[in-house]
């Protein structure tokens, strides 16, 4: 498929549910969450992203492809074959559902990358490098296939329709995962390719975004310097790579990821304390163009962490709270009230602060 | 043969409305007009640099250009004519003040800014923060923390970055060129602005040394000025390799420019020519180039970020990623409409290439070696209003510079002589009684409202765009379309072409 679309602007909800000591429920919760916000989808785009449903895999690289034609996959699994070890490939379970149509082969595959392939003279290759690598080259290079997810032990399912149909469509009430996120997306127009739909991933991170990126085209070329090819065209696959770069490849906590990614202004560092002030001002300096500029609302997870953030002046809403050891998140309070209705505590995240919610240690 | 070329102006003077005062006399610099019961204009001396236009309280003045017309001839211009009887009669280069004038396509007016509708909002510059600061400076790939007793830290030292609270600058004239009143103007104008001005290659008068932390002092290929003291006093110090006006060439500033003060300044003998070589002769090479950039940082210890200014030509991308690799900090680029004192007409009209291509050209390629985050790009030539500021940033510049539209700002109206030291409004002159008619307040009060009126209007371009930070814009071509460009272009400027 021919993927040099238009960028597309899009509004959106989403939502989000943590148990931070590692207890497994299923997707029903995430379904009910998204879907009392209904109106701020309009069918042409709905996703979750699934922590801990694969744990009979959990070491293994979690696959899920979308394809186009027989072609693709052929291709791929060609390429699959020739740079990993497949434990398992299968089709993705689905069940019919009225509303969606036309869906692409679905199919997901478990991997484990060949010891030998990581040590290219005379450097040592690592193994993230190498899959990131390898997704990359799929979206970019083969032709009608699409890496939806690439994480251990979790995955993305996502495609155009409501996101209660997708949820429907893919059977989420059968896998039960510690963290969901979930999105129902309101673009402006749509190519009808399931790609672009929400959670983007790489490895195991995913997000789900609520807003336009403003700066989308100084953060794709910045990125790109790094060697992430933003195939897609749409904001929220920029928000996934820097968020890979700036946390795994240059080790910054999350708390200070955030804080790239929407930075506090000028006059604020002004006031910090000299310790600070330096930290943020060299921040700014070296990481502008990882500034996500423009209305947002993310959630972005991987296997430890959920993290909700607003753009830095709050063009768009978000809510987290808490019920012992689970955790929410959400566009609208009422998506959060659905699913518990007798929460400890609830708030309205501020612009440009971090909510970090992580799994306990140990669990 | 000189006598036989018809005058380019006319002066036209409505002898109902003069009043005989002789301010036309006295403001004239080209002396055009002389007094025998009325005043007489000699029309062919008149350059059109409207001073006795601005200063006749009776508006009795008009300049017309001379209607009288060559048989039309779309290949030999009238211009092309008169140059060539020029030389015929004199034998030697002409020359010419200012940037390149001719008809070249200008690609600043083939490109546009977008704005938010609907899907993302627009951001109100009265009501939210609206940021234009701009850092100067090689960065690192990434910043490296450390956490101690739960506190963040930073653990990278940062190379050294200069602060600027708008991202635009003034762009390098010498003293000798301009006068001091000029570079006093600059300097106070640069100080208030929170932004730098930079001394060309005319050494730093000692009335500026209370300025040096808003001063880029050049190091040129004649030296002059140069010294400990010099360096000492600047945030920036360049080399000036090229101008965008002059590609290729030195620089000479007649004798009659260099007075007493500028000789001191210049650290040259009075009424001698100040001729710049053509290239630095220690260096013929990168390597070379290494080593002064590296001889700089020494003799100012690792504390002032080193800029490298460049013309913009063919091969402007290698060149600038040869630069970076050798240790600077900066990179000025200057296109072929930048301004000059003095130039050969030939070289300024027909050398260099646009700094919008140029800007597209270097950033990509910086980009694609990976190494755009080692260093800034200042961006010069033909910057005639912020909607120019804005393009050039989104294009990939981190700050322009601005020659050219802040002389205009002093009075310059760009009548190209600056070369005859006879600038009528007291610039690019050292004759004292000229000098005197530029105060050096005023003139600094011009320069700070037309860099905060670009700076406001900057802020209105970011919010329509719904950004709050200028870095946003910085490389965002993505904000740009071209219009009546074709495929090459529009590759090479890396923008869309409007529609799409
Ligand atoms: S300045 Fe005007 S009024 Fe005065 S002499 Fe000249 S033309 Fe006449
Ligand atoms: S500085 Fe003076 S001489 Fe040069 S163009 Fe401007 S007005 Fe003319």
Redesign the pocket.
């Known amino acids: 498929m021919d993927r040099t679309f238009e960028r597309i602007p899009s509004g959106c909800a989403i939502s989000g549910i943590m148990n931070v000591a590692g207890q497994r429920i299923s997707g029903e919760k995430i379904i009910a969450s998204i879907s009392l916000m209904h109106d701020r989808s309009n069918g042409l785009g709905g996703g979750f992203a699934a922590y801990g449903i694969y744990p009979e895999f959990a070491d293994h690289y979690a696959f899920h492809l979308m394809y186009q034609s027989e072609r693709g996959r052929t291709l791929t699994e060609e390429f699959l074959n020739k740079h990993f070890i497949i434990e398992r490939g299968e089709p993705i379970p689905t069940r019919p559902v009225a509303t969606i149509t036309d869906p692409p082969l679905l199919w997901r595959y478990f991997l484990k990358v060949p010891e030998e392939r990581l040590y290219k003279n005379p450097e040592p290759v690592d193994e993230r490098d190498y899959v990131v690598e390898k997704v990359m080259y799929i979206n970019d290079n083969i032709p009608d296939s699409y890496v939806a997810s690439s994480g251990k032990n979790m995955g993305a399912f996502k495609g155009v329709g409501y996101p209660e149909d997708i949820g429907r469509f893919f059977r989420l009430e059968e896998y039960e995962g510690y963290l969901w996120t979930a999105h129902g997306r309101f673009p402006t127009n749509t190519p009808g390719w399931w790609g672009g739909a929400h959670p983007f991933t790489l490895l195991d991170w995913s997000v789900v975004h609520n807003g336009e990126i403003s700066s989308y085209g100084i953060n794709k070329r910045y990125l790109e310097m790094f060697g992430y090819k933003c195939t897609l065209m749409t904001d929220t696959e920029v928000v996934a790579y820097a968020v890979d770069l700036l946390h795994r490849r240059h080790d910054l906590p999350l708390e200070i990821v955030a804080k790239v990614l929407a930075a506090p202004f000028w006059k604020d560092i002004e006031k910090m304390d000299e310790e600070d002030r330096k930290l943020y001002t060299a921040l700014r300096q070296v990481y502008g163009s990882s500034l996500l500029n423009g209305p947002f609302s993310i959630i972005v997870a991987n296997s430890k962490v959920m993290m909700g953030l607003n753009d830095r002046i709050k063009l768009r809403p978000m809510v987290w709270g808490r019920r012992g050891d689970f955790y929410y998140m959400a566009s609208e309070e009422s998506a959060i009230y659905e699913i518990e209705p007798a929460l400890d505590e609830v708030h309205v995240s501020k612009g440009g602060e971090p909510v970090i919610v992580r799994l306990k240690e140990g669990e | 043969m000189a006598n036989l070329i018809p005058p380019r102006f006319k002066v036209v ?1 409505d002898y109902e ?9 006295i ?1 004239c610099g080209f002396g055009v ?1 002389s007094f025998a019961d009325r ?1 007489i204009p000699d029309h062919k001396k008149c350059v059109s640099c409207q001073r ?1 236009v601005a ?4 508006e ?2 008009t300049i017309i250009e001379n209607p009288n017309v060559f048989r039309p001839n779309s290949y030999w211009t009238m211009e092309d004519r008169i140059n060539i009887m020029k030389q015929a009669g004199s034998s030697g280069m002409l020359l010419t003040g200012m940037g390149n004038d001719r008809p070249y396509k200008n690609y600043f007016d083939h490109l546009l800014i977008d704005a938010c509708q609907v899907t993302n909002p627009s951001i109100d510059p009265l009501r939210e923060p609206m940021e234009l600061t701009t850092y100067l400076g090689k960065k690192p790939d990434a910043v490296t923390v450390k956490v101690e007793n739960g506190k963040v830290k930073l653990d990278t030292r940062i190379a050294p970055q200069i602060k600027l609270d708008t991202p635009i600058i003034f762009s390098p004239m010498s003293y000798g060129s301009i006068s001091l009143n000029a570079h006093k103007a600059l300097a106070r104008a640069a100080k208030e602005c929170g932004i730098l001005m930079n001394t060309g290659e005319g050494g730093l008068h000692k009335d500026l040394y209370p300025y040096k932390d808003w001063i880029i002092v050049q190091v040129a290929s004649g030296r002059f000025g140069v010294n400990q003291e010099y360096l000492d006093h600047s945030a920036v110090v360049e080399i000036k390799i090229g101008q965008g006006a002059k590609p290729g060439i030195g620089g000479h500033l007649p004798g009659e420019k260099v007075n007493r003060e500028v000789s001191e300044t210049r650290m040259i003998p009075e009424g001698t020519d100040a001729l710049s070589p053509a290239p630095h002769h220690d260096i013929y090479s990168i390597e070379d180039l290494a080593q002064l950039i590296y001889a700089l940082k020494e003799a100012t210890n690792y504390e002032k970020p080193v800029s490298v200014k460049i013309a913009a030509v063919h091969n402007v991308a290698a060149i600038a990623s040869g630069i970076a690799r050798a240790g600077a900090d900066i990179i000025y680029i200057d296109g072929f409409r930048g301004g000059t004192g003095a130039a050969p007409t030939i070289i300024r009209d027909h050398i260099g290439i646009p700094i919008e291509l140029a800007i597209a050209a270097v950033d990509d390629r910086l980009r694609a070696e990976g190494i755009r985050n080692s260093v800034s790009i200042v961006a010069a030539g033909g910057i005639r209003h912020s909607g120019d500021v804005a393009k050039a940033i989104a294009l990939g510049a981190d700050a322009v510079a601005i020659g050219t539209a802040a002389l205009i700002a002093m009075g310059c109206h760009v009548c190209q002589m600056c070369h005859t030291g006879n600038c009528s409004w007291g610039i690019a002159t050292q004759r004292p009684e000229l000098t005197q008619r530029l105060d050096p307040d005023w003139a600094a009060q011009q320069l700070i409202n037309l860099v905060k009126s670009w700076s406001l209007e900057l802020k209105e371009i970011l919010g329509a765009l719904g950004l709050n930070a200028i870095e946003s814009l910085r490389g965002s071509r993505e904000r740009l379309r071209g219009i009546g460009l074709n495929d090459t272009e529009l590759a090479i400027l890396g923008v869309k072409h409007a529609g799409r």
């Open positions: 003077i409305k003069c009043r005989k005062c002789k301010r036309c006399v403001n007009y005043v006795c200063f006749c309280p009776e009795a003045i």
